[in-house]
């Protein structure tokens, strides 16, 4: 079953989200993942692989919740008014609301993030107490995020400073605290069952962003994974498919 839903994040603003819920056999409640989508893209996520994701988990009995960051998507807010560090309280209040609302066992919860969504899972995993987590195309080295977004954005005149990226306002102080947030270093302290799934030909971060995730991660159960041939966000039938599988047979065994 899939139910629009909205939630309050703590900066009083409303989050619109999809809440997939499998049928629940008796009093037996499910796992439950809640989906971090990246910098400028939305619950859906590119070719849409997040609703795909969250079908295939719910037909093995797992809810899910795929929601937009404030200032994304259907949520409240503009993006030049968000920040990494306002999509880390974002993915903590989705995985508050997702325990308290989704009908899920609390005790069993995932996190999967693609791009930028994958440092802020990285980051969040231990503070909302995860029990498994999924990394795909994961920034890991935040500062290299920013040199290489700057590269790619252009000021807009006339605009207190704020660049435009993708068709997108952004404001420059989106990725201010990317000299003090470390990915790496938070990982180091999470130690649910972990998987990395990066592209071979990502046209943004090279293969040393999953190396330094799987030499950093402090999991016992750990595993990376090079889809190859594949982009960034794995453009293909074939791509889609094996992230999707992987993804789900993780949180399968691992929830």
């Known amino acids: 079953m899939e139910r629009l839903i909205e939630f309050a994040n703590r900066a009083g603003h409303r989050l619109r989200g999809m809440l997939h819920q499998p049928e629940q056999a008796g009093e037996h409640r499910p796992p439950g993942v809640v989906f971090l989508h990246g910098f400028t893209g939305d619950r859906m996520e590119s070719h849409w692989l997040f609703v795909k994701c969250s079908r295939v988990l719910e ?111 952004v404001s420059p102080n989106f990725l201010a605290a990317a000299e003090r947030l470390d990915p790496l270093r938070a990982i180091a302290s999470f130690a649910g069952p972990t998987l990395i799934v990066h592209p071979e030909r990502d046209e943004h971060l090279p293969l040393t962003h999953p190396a330094d995730y799987m030499r950093a991660s402090g999991a016992a159960i750990k595993e990376k994974v090079i889809v190859s041939c594949a982009d960034h966000t794995f453009t293909s039938v074939a791509w889609e498919a094996e992230v999707i599988g992987r993804t789900v047979e993780w949180f399968r065994q691992n929830l």
């Open 59 to 169: 037909r093995a009995g797992i809810a899910s919740l795929r929601f937009d960051f404030f200032g994304s998507g259907e949520s409240e807010g503009e993006l030049r008014d968000a920040s990494i560090e306002t999509e880390i309280a974002d993915a903590q209040d989705a995985a508050a609301f997702l325990r308290r609302e989704g009908g899920i066992d609390p005790k069993r919860l995932g996190v999967v993030g693609l791009s930028l969504g994958g440092a802020v899972a990285a980051l969040v995993a231990e503070p909302v107490r995860a029990k498994s987590l999924v990394l795909l195309s994961a920034v890991a080295q935040l500062p290299l995020m920013r040199r290489f977004a700057d590269s790619l954005a252009r000021p807009l005149p006339d605009e207190d400073g704020d660049l435009e990226y993708g068709g997108h306002r």
